[in-house]
């Protein structure tokens, strides 16, 4: 009876550690990832907006379709995770949509997950709001 008790206690703390998803997933994946779809959009990607994280700065940076951005990476614990302090350049280039939609998602970001070698990117109410690749 004992072993049987040790047992299910080793397999509950197992199944709970391996959906705790952190950094170290990400870093598996690269530093350097492709915005393949920005969820609940209308606009058809025609460029993707890229992201680069870097964890031992805790910075991110990119291009946001024209313009280049960056800011500061805060990591909680696991996957909880938010974009602070996003500056980008101001250049005018045309159709602006995807990078106001696509600035507008990266604001609302809370957690992530890694799926299927994606990084996805999550709000508040854990509604998928980015969908990247790794890119090289």
Known sequence: MKYILITIIFLGLSCKSSKNITTTEVKALGSKFKVEKIETSEVELKVNPTIVLDFEKNTISGNAGCNDYSGKIVVTKGN??????????????????IEKEFMQKLATVTSFDVKDSQFLLLD?????????AASK
């Open 124 to 132: 508040e109410a854990k509604k998928l709001v980015l969908t990247c």
């Open 80 to 97: 909880q995770i938010k974009f602070e302090n996003i500056t980008a350049t101001k250049m005018y280039c045309g159709n602006m949509k």
